[in-house]
């Protein structure tokens, strides 16, 4: 038979299943977790669902700032699509393709950094550009 650990609720050190109290700080103990524990908690980080999409988009439509919206960055999406349209029809379409490198470089740097950093950048601490 497997060694089931829980977890405590209180300080959420591990203890060996049905001891009833955490040996860390004394709290009550649920009686089982739903499995083993795995030595790393690969659950998803809230938020980290994002980052593929946005990385994408940013990659594919990045100079349309469709990225941007996603992360709920309204104001710097709507910076990047309107730069992108006004360079299209007036400015030869120049600054639409700097925004796009923008999307890009922006794109690749979401989907290189780890669920854990990508929260911590843009979904705390939002962070607006790169
Ligand atoms: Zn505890």
Redesign the pocket.
């Known amino acids: 038979m497997q060694t089931q650990y829980v977890t ?1 609720p ?4 591990h ?1 060996v299943a049905g001891g009833g109290l ?6 009550m103990l649920p009686a089982y977790n739903a499995g083993p524990m795995m030595p790393q908690n690969r659950a998803a980080v809230p938020g980290a669902d994002k980052k593929v999409l946005a990385g994408v988009l940013g990659i594919v439509l990045g100079g349309l700032g469709i990225h941007k919206f996603v992360l709920g960055y309204n104001t710097e999406g709507i910076i990047m699509l309107v730069t992108w349209i006004v360079g299209v029809l007036l400015l030869c379409g120049i600054p639409s393709m700097v925004m796009g490198i923008i999307g890009i470089v922006e794109g690749i740097m979401y989907l290189t950094k780890s669920d854990e950093e990508f929260v911590h950048t843009y979904i705390v601490n939002k962070k607006g550009w790169f």
């Open positions: 405590c209180n300080c959420h050190s203890n955490c040996s860390n700080c004394g709290a």
